[in-house]
């Protein structure tokens, strides 16, 4: 079952600052899980986590934003379905 994180849990545990969070969220690196319905609040889940490591392993490599968003729609980390032949 995966894991539910806020924003704040999500940046304390992948290491980039909320604000970096919210910028890979903006650009679509990164896709919210849900909200939560009574606050509206995003959450985040394993996978996010994930790709937010994939990502600071890519940047440590010196690839650009723009580079990694184009190996991540590649990845087995992206969650959008597959697109038929």
Request: charged share 25%.
């Amino acid at each position: 079952m995966l894991k539910l994180y806020l924003v704040k849990d999500l940046s304390r545990l992948s290491g980039h600052s909320i604000h970096t969070v919210k910028f890979y969220l903006k650009l679509g690196l990164i896709r919210e899980a849900g909200r939560t319905p009574s606050t509206n609040f995003r959450f985040f889940d394993d996978l996010t986590l994930a790709r937010l490591s994939q990502i600071r392993t890519l940047r440590r490599e010196g690839r650009t934003l723009a580079d990694i968003h184009h190996v991540l729609e590649g990845s087995a980390l992206t969650d959008q379905a597959p697109q038929p032949a």
